[in-house]
């Protein structure tokens, strides 16, 4: 299973960006998705997670301007972020929780790589 992310790269502020991860491998289902940041020298900061049924979370600092939504047919995750700030800048990062693979019965959590999203001022 690999998670591979897509979309990052550099921007003005006000502008937008569309994240993309896909989970790759003989996926049978997988749960919650969530999309995770990592600003220059600080932590990891959860930014939106949604349920396989759809309920989606977002961080206060995100809220009304990212939405994170996903295609369970192609099993990706999407971000799409708009009036993006010189603080959103970080390495975005996608999770993916109970993922369970046909001709097994044991349900895993994965990491994408992450992407690089700078927003200038």
């Known amino acids: 299973v690999q998670l591979q992310a897509s979309g990052g790269g550099l921007v003005q502020a006000g502008g937008s960006l569309r994240l993309s991860c896909a989970v790759t491998?003989?996926?049978?289902?997988?749960?919650?998705m969530r999309w995770y940041r990592q600003p220059p020298g600080k932590q990891r900061e959860l930014v939106a997670s949604i349920t396989i049924g759809g309920k989606t979370n977002q961080s206060d600092s995100v809220k009304g301007r990212f939405t994170i939504s996903r295609d369970n047919a192609k099993n990706t995750v999407y971000l799409q972020m708009n009036n993006l700030k010189p603080e959103d800048t970080a390495v975005y990062y996608c999770?993916?929780?109970?993922?369970?693979?046909?001709?097994?019965?044991?349900?895993?959590?994965?990491w994408g790589r992450g992407t690089l999203v700078t927003v200038s001022s």
């Open positions: 999770n993916a929780e109970g993922v369970l693979e046909y001709y097994s019965d044991t349900v895993r959590g994965y």
């Open positions: 491998g003989n996926i049978r289902s997988i749960g919650t």
